[in-house]
Structures are given as structure tokens and as C-alpha cells.
T-cell receptor
Framework: SQQGEEDPQALSIQEGENATMNCSYK?????LQWYRQNSGRGLVHLIL?????REKHSGRLRVTLDTSKKSSSLLITASRAADTASYFC?????????????FGEGTQLTVNP | KAGVTQTPRYLIKTRGQQVTLSCSPI?????VSWYQQTPGQGLQFLFE???????NKGNFPGRFSGRQFSNSRSEMNVSTLELGDSALYLC????????????FGPGTRLLVL
């Protein structure tokens, strides 16, 4: 499978600081998606970046994709306590039929007030 | 539009029993995917259904099965429950498949005793 692997596994920062988490994968992808999960609830979609894109922004979020290094990073600027959550990257590779779809293990972000 | 709904939200079963979980996707979405989340294994893809057909399948034993109805509602069934099946089961819907944004339900938390 083309499992994404996030790092770090856990990150603790102060409110107002920036948080960066990374996702690495092993094969060619169609797109990469970042999701957030609050305390064992459902996942919320943050950003989708396609394989031919290098950077996308959404509010305080910035995602980069380096297909040559097979890695992506999610930057949260000016973090808030409400950003405390687990963040997952989702790798979508291959064609619709028979593709393997995997999430990484996630990065647990704690933003201290 | 109403979001993805999952029923029941919580479930307690004993080993050897079977269980059926239900997922109602966002209106108009034709793709429904199922994921299992456990502390040890993270988020793992179970299967994806599109227009009543299973389109993708993860690496789970045959005890895990699913189906999709003509109104796109989906059910997953786990037979002969094992202790290790205790998990949060998440359902996600999307317009055309996992190449696009997935919208997750709140999950069904299953405890097997």
C-alpha cells in the first residue's frame, strides 16, 4: 500500500506559534488530502492538493507538495487552542478501480493557551 | 445539506456476535467509504462502494462485508466479532469517489467484550 507517514507523531506548541507537520509516501499519487480529527470524532477535510500542484493555501493553512521527494507538509500559522487535534494525510494513488487508499498514523497537535 | 450520518453511534457486542452499521451519505453523493480506526493500527481503509458496487477493498478478512443500496445508503457487517474489532468505524461520502474530498460521519464506536 502507499501508506502516508506523518511526522512528528506529536507536537506541542504555544498559542500564536506556527505548527508544521509532514507526510511522506512511497509511490506516485493522484492527490494528497489533509484532514483534522478532534478527539475521536469524524474527520474534517482541510485541503486537497493534486499531484501537479506545489502549494495551496486556505486561511491559516498552507500545504506544499514535493512529488520528487514524495512528501507534503501542512503549516498552520498563528495557531489557536482550537487547532488542538490529530492531523492526517490521505494518499490517493492509482486509478479509481483497484487503487489503494490509506491514511497515515497522524500527528497529534496540542496548542497550549 | 445534511451531513453524513451514522447509526448507531455506540454499540456493545460480545465475541462471536455479528453487527451491522449504517451510513447515510450526503444527498447526491454516490461514493461511500468505510474506515476502521484503532489506537494501535491508526486509520485503515475497509472498502468503497460506488453506485451499489464495491470499487475498492482494503486488507481485511472476509468477516467484514458491506453493501450499498440504490439510494446510496451503505451498511457494513462484521460477523463473528473478535475483541480486536473494537474500534471507531468511520464512514465517508463523496460525489464521485476518494479522488475528491471525503466528508466523514461522526463514527460508530464498537466495543466487543
Amino acid at each position: 500500500s502507499q501508506q502516508g507517514e506523518e511526522d512528528p507523531q506529536a507536537l506541542s506548541i504555544q498559542e500564536g506559534e506556527n505548527a508544521t507537520m509532514n507526510c511522506s509516501y512511497k509511490t506516485s499519487i493522484n492527490n494528497l488530502q489533509w484532514y483534522r480529527q478532534n478527539s475521536g470524532r469524524g474527520l474534517v477535510h482541510l485541503i486537497l492538493i493534486r499531484s501537479n500542484e506545489r502549494e495551496k493555501h486556505s486561511g491559516r493553512l498552507r500545504v506544499t507538495l514535493d512529488t520528487s521527494k514524495k512528501s507534503s507538509s501542512l503549516l498552520i500559522t498563528a495557531s489557536r487552542a482550537a487547532d488542538t487535534a490529530s492531523y492526517f494525510c490521505f494518499i490517493q494513488a492509482g486509478e479509481t478501480s483497484g487503487s489503494r487508499l490509506t491514511f497515515g498514523e497522524g500527528t497529534q497537535l496540542t496548542v497550549n493557551p | 445539506k445534511a451531513g453524513v450520518t451514522q447509526t448507531p453511534r455506540y454499540l456493545i457486542k460480545t465475541r462471536g456476535q455479528q453487527v451491522t452499521l449504517s451510513c447515510s451519505p450526503i444527498s447526491g453523493h454516490r461514493s461511500v467509504s468505510w474506515y476502521q480506526q484503532t489506537p494501535g493500527q491508526g486509520l485503515q481503509f475497509l472498502f468503497e462502494y460506488f453506485s451499489e458496487t464495491q470499487r475498492n477493498k482494503g486488507n481485511f478478512p472476509g468477516r467484514f462485508s458491506g453493501r450499498q443500496f440504490s439510494n446510496s445508503r451503505s451498511e457494513m457487517n462484521v460477523s463473528t466479532l473478535e475483541l480486536g474489532d473494537s474500534a471507531l468505524y468511520l464512514c465517508a461520502s463523496s460525489l464521485v469517489g476518494t479522488k475528491e474530498t471525503q466528508y466523514f460521519g461522526p463514527g460508530t464506536r464498537l466495543l466487543v467484550l
